[in-house]
């Protein structure tokens, strides 16, 4: 069928769908939600870090005004641990025992009328304890190790051979802080239960999963949990898990029996939605004269909580960033008394890029090679583990059509040479990709008989563009104006749909919502197959196209009739088609799935006197595949620079090292671009659709902020001779 080959809808930089509903307030969040007689709840967090509750008496708060209920550790039912899941365990169940794990830990929920009522009663529980001494820094030898739990340490060839073969070898430490998802949108929950029915109103990524952890924390059937999110406040990655808030606050509504609204406060976001873990890397290049590696050697040191089993492995991306012989990674975590860490925009390879990235930078200055050139000299023709050649890798175009957007060929390579009056000027480079991440997905698409289609999944969709990709791909695939089609997600009742996260939905959904629509026009075939009163009549699907709502025969527009008159003449309301996507396996297809690929090109200033650090330009050029919505996914990666800009300069959960108090648990503390710290920003996007899925997407909500920090980095080294090697780079390390 060639329906993809019809009028371009999909590509087009159209308007979001839904900026109506948000630019007029009229979308609806999970905390604008309503229940009749519904109350609401506050969260008690612990005050130490480490050790056991010896006693907690929530009598004041129980006789507070408005209180329903104070639930406790010693009042809680038994409550199982959530599945696993794709993204690896659920984080332990709340409030099971007396023991403290990390500062800020949920010790206890209070229930009251109203949310002033509620706070003011958390804040009369008291509670005394039997404190430890904590665990807070992975150098600390009392914490454990664990060792590498998904088996992706990779080891190629022979790396101490390599590395005596070397003319050159640099190496160094890397270090990178905890840093904090942050949304603007305070995360909020919402929970009804109707017998064992149970619905949800949440800031998730991820509907399907907060139904199917709540049925096994609740032991009843998913079939009666309903999770609704149609729109959530951004995310980056802290929506991805379901969280003991949610399990808290059905817990609440079970025991009072009404609906109960939980909004968390900003302090508690830094505690009880996960963080991007903090690491210490070990990395070391070798590389002969005439500029090829010969060996790599990466370790990384990450943290993890006590009882949690996040993972994110941190040198893996420099196991197939370069066509290098000899490659050795290797990840490790150290358990702490640190609230439980989760996915972050660009996990893992946000950290790892920049260790990597640095690395590659200092070896080309090492041997006096343009570190442009350096790269393109390395560069992977063919996956390096698998041995297969890329479903599509447009990199080698990236920087090329990056370097002379940014003008790189006036770079003079002396470092310290580009002046700007008293600014130090300098231009830095990082090569970057994100892996290949999708999942199975399914879609459910209709066409009614006043010619308009509405096609759902149980997606979410935080602010990346969802809702209008996916509008236009159904638009294209069944030939209609995009006005006259509907997508809706974010309900759990709707087809199976995976996460929004690691820039996977858009290609599993856009898969989905290709068969689904492959499958109606199908359908309608079948019911004219013997209808002689249509020109369709024994048609294949191969034999069609639709333009303009109307069915007809590949290259005669004249034999054909809309959706509508099918319908009608059969006395139809209404054709279904579901549709299913898997994600390609690279041994059946004999090629390496592809993620997303890039060039990241900035100039930095630099003033010697005062250390102060600007920004100046930044250049991206992508390979994200088939490109659905050019305006969306150029904001994608806008967004996903400014974040790279963020952690390269400003962000730091800090954390007090005799408390494991986060000190800087606010916005007016804990630093984030403002308008006047962005620069000038160009996005292009190079290469074509993957040839691994029908869509051809690759996704590119993480590669905007991968080598952001890097490439800033090696630009303050061409400007200054200094080489930075911890995250966040600050005015002490300039001066």
Partial sequence: MTTLETRRVVGAGIDRVDAPLKVTGTAHYPNDFSYPGMVHAALVGSTVAAGRIRGIDASEAQSAPGVLTVITHLTAPRLERGPMTLLGPSPPAPMQDDRILHYGQHIAIVVADTPEQARHAASLVRVEYDPAEAVLDVDDPRAQIVENPWGLDTERGDVAAGFAQADVVVEGTYTTPDNTNNPLGLMATIASWHGDSLTVHDSTQWPHNVRTTLATVFQVPESGVRVLAPFVGGGFGAGLRVWSHVILTALAAREVKHPVKLVLTRPQMFTSVGHRPNS?????????????????????????????????????????????????????????????????????????????????????????????????????????????????????????????????????????????????????????????????????????????????????????????????????????????????????????????????????????????????????????????????????????????????????????????????????????????????????????????????????????????????????????????????????????????????????????????????????????????????????????????TAVGTKGVGEVGLVGVAAAIGNAIHHATGRRLRALPFTIDQLL
């Avoid at 459910?444 to 997606?459: E, F, H, N, P, T």
């Avoid at 996914?633 to 620079?641: C, E, K, L």
Wanted: aromatic content about 8%.
């Fill in 280 to 692: 210490v890397q070990r990395i070391k290049v070798g590389v002969t004269r005439e500029g090829d590696l010969v060996a790599i050697e990466h370790y990384g040191m990450s943290s993890v909580a006590m009882e949690d089993d996040d993972y994110e492995p941190v040198s893996f991306g420099s196991a197939v960033a370069y066509d290098c012989p000899n490659v050795l990674t290797q990840d490790r975590q150290a358990r702490l008394n640190i609230p439980c860490p989760g996915s972050m925009r660009a996990p893992a390879e946000g950290q790892g890029n920049f260790a990597l990235e640095c690395a590659i930078d200092e070896a080309a200055y090492a041997i006096g090679m343009d570190p442009l050139e350096f790269r393109l000299r390395n560069y992977a023709e063919e996956h390096p583990l698998l041995g297969l050649p890329w479903s599509s890798k447009a990199l080698r175009e990236c920087y090329r059509e990056g370097a002379e957007r940014f003008g790189w060929s006036r770079r003079d390579p002396e470092v310290g040479s580009m002046r700007d009056g008293r600014w130090l000027v300098g231009y830095g480079v990082a090569g970057v990709s994100y892996p290949f991440y999708q999942v199975p997905c399914q879609a459910r698409a209709s066409l009614r008989r006043d010619g308009s289609a509405y096609v759902r999944s149980a997606a979410t969709d935080i602010g990346t563009g969802t809702y209008t990709v996916m509008t236009q791909l159904a638009a294209e695939l069944l030939g209609l104006d995009v006005g006259r089609v509907r997508f809706d997600l974010g309900d759990s009742d709707m087809p199976y749909s995976p996460q929004a996260g690691g820039s996977g939905l858009t290609g599993a959904l856009a898969n989905a919502v290709h068969t689904a629509c492959r499958n109606l026009v199908r359908e309608f075939l079948d019911v004219v197959r013997d209808d002689e009163a249509s020109p369709l009549r024994g048609a294949a699907p191969d034999d069609v196209t639709v333009t303009d709502g109307r069915l007809h025969r590949v290259g005669t527009p004249e034999q054909g009739e809309s959706y509508t008159d099918i319908l009608a003449r059969h006395g139809l309301e209404e054709l279904s088609a579901d549709g299913r996507s898997t994600p390609p396996r690279a041994e059946e297809i004999g090629m390496a799935t592809s993620g997303a690929f890039g060039a990241k090109f900035v100039e930095v200033r630099v003033d010697p006197g005062l250390g102060l650090l600007r920004v100046a330009r930044v250049v991206s050029a992508i390979d994200g595949g088939r490109i659905l919505n050019e305006k969306t996914a150029t904001s994608q990666i806008v967004g996903g620079t400014v974040g790279g800009i963020s952690q390269a300069m400003f962000e730091e959960t800090a954390t007090d090292a005799g408390t494991g108090r986060i000190a800087n648990a606010t916005f007016g503390d804990y630093l984030m671009p403002v308008n006047a710290d962005v620069p000038d920003m160009e996005v292009i996007f190079c290469g074509g659709p993957d040839r691994a």
